[in-house]
């Protein structure tokens, strides 16, 4: 009698779990997927969580029925270990009053970290991220969403590197002083030299380049400038959905190329080019839907979710806007590894910032994504790569590139005031 391998047996054993279809949800997941996603780091690297932490009314310890994505108990239901939290404002909010609404959010951010001890830690470093998933706390980590809000002043990338912000997106749905946006009419054709200047010093501040929302010329821009690998934190595939968020194969490879990683968004107009194109229809393109929006909640994020959820979910009632299923989103990341390997993808959901799709209702639904990538036959190294080991290896790369800058500017003399406030942020290493 012939022999079947261990091998042979696991590959049975998965090809029988997919052909019955996904289970539903959480625990009724296949053992091994469960064992290797709650054993994994599930770094996330977009949520707008921080706009619902500034209503008095949220509490992000308990678990939430208002429609929000994240809090406390739904990441830990959904082995969700690592997040970075955006910091983000209307892009049409400048100057200094921009760079006020930013601490604020930063301030936030750090202040949930402080009132929850026993489940967060705030993180800088991958090693930070490392450190908080081996004692069983949940990294909390953060990212600036546009350059508008360094205010047109250089000074502020080395106050957001110092207060522990790993990530400033260039541009949002408007042009910023840095970079022209992939929604908006081009005026810097790419980046401009300010932009120039800020990629360089954020490279000297280890904080990564982040491209989601940039216009392709500032993108290509930005890769020439920046030492150290660039991300997209919430970007999804323009091959798949057309939209002019999304990044083309030749983005990818390029992206890719340099060391760096796209972070997959779960928003169903960047997934689905159907929906996105039944959307612009019934209700718009998405940054102009975001404008009114943003004048019908007096710039409340929040409020805007909400409302953009109705109006979604009405058309959908009437049969004008065609449904999205969650596994559109491991539709996205298998392009991703055919097109350039499994080294170069990763998760950057858009949680409470967008509108998910059916079967993401939230992050405690994230352990779907880890058994549908076994069910595509990726192994687990590869799947832990996909799930938070990529984006580790980028900011571990970043952290690098700071440091080669910083002796090459100061070998044989003081170091620089600035160096010492990021140094004195991070801790001791």
């Excluded at 780091?41 to 429609?67: C, E, M, S, W």
């Excluded at 990294?139 to 912000?165: F, Q, S």
């Excluded at 890769?223 to 194969?249: C, F, K, Q, Y």
């Amino acid at each position: 009698m012939k022999r079947v391998s261990k091998t042979g047996r696991v590959v049975y054993g998965w090809l029988m779990v997919c052909a019955l279809g996904a289970p539903a949800h959480g625990d009724a997941i296949a053992d091994h997927a469960r064992q290797l996603h709650f054993a994994s780091i599930v770094l996330d690297t977009h949520a707008d969580t921080t706009q619902r932490l500034l209503t008095p009314a949220y509490d992000f310890g308990k678990r939430n029925t208002d429609g929000s994505h994240v809090d406390l108990p739904r990441m830990r239901a959904g082995g969700l270990n690592a997040q970075f939290f955006s910091i983000w404002i209307d892009s049409n909010i400048h100057g200094p009053p921009a760079v006020e609404k930013a601490l604020d959010q930063i301030d936030a951010i750090r202040e949930l970290v402080r009132s929850h001890p026993n489940d967060l830690g705030l993180a800088t470093t991958a090693e930070d991220v490392r450190r908080a998933h081996a004692t069983g706390k949940i990294a909390a980590l953060m990212g600036v969403e546009g350059g508008h809000m360094l205010g047109n002043d250089l000074r502020m990338v080395r106050v957001y590197a110092a207060l522990g912000v790993r990530y400033l997106t260039l541009a949002h749905f408007h042009n910023s002083e840095l970079a022209d946006s992939a929604t908006d009419a081009p005026v810097h054709n790419g980046l401009s030299e300010f932009g120039r200047d800020a990629v360089r010093e954020m490279n000297r501040n280890g904080m990564l380049v982040d491209i989601s929302h940039v216009s392709d010329k500032s993108f290509y821009d930005a890769l020439e400038v920046s030492r150290a690998p660039l991300i997209a934190s919430h970007s999804s595939v323009r091959s798949i959905s057309g939209h002019a968020r999304n990044m083309t194969d030749e983005m990818i490879r390029a992206l890719a190329a340099k060391g760096g990683v796209i972070q997959i968004n779960y928003e169903v107009n960047y997934l689905s080019d159907e929906f996105r194109a039944a959307y612009e229809t019934q209700i718009g393109s998405v940054a102009g839907n975001n404008e009114k929006l943003l004048k019908e909640c007096n710039g409340d994020d929040v409020c805007m979710a909400e409302a953009d959820k109705r109006q979604m979910m009405a058309a959908q009632a009437a049969g004008r806007l065609p449904h999205v299923s969650w596994e559109k989103i491991v539709e996205h990341i298998a392009y991703v590894v055919k097109l350039v390997g499994p080294d170069h993808v990763g998760l950057g959901s858009d949680f409470d910032g967008a509108i998910m799709p059916e079967g993401m209702d939230d992050c405690s639904y994230l352990p779907r994504i880890t058994e549908a990538l076994l069910c595509r036959g990726y192994s687990d190294a590869d799947v832990r790569k996909i799930l938070g080991g990529n984006m580790l290896r980028v900011m571990a790369a970043a952290e690098r590139v700071a440091r080669e800058m910083q002796g090459q500017r100061h070998a044989g003399g003081c170091p620089a005031p600035e160096a010492g406030r990021v140094a004195d942020a991070r801790g001791s290493r």
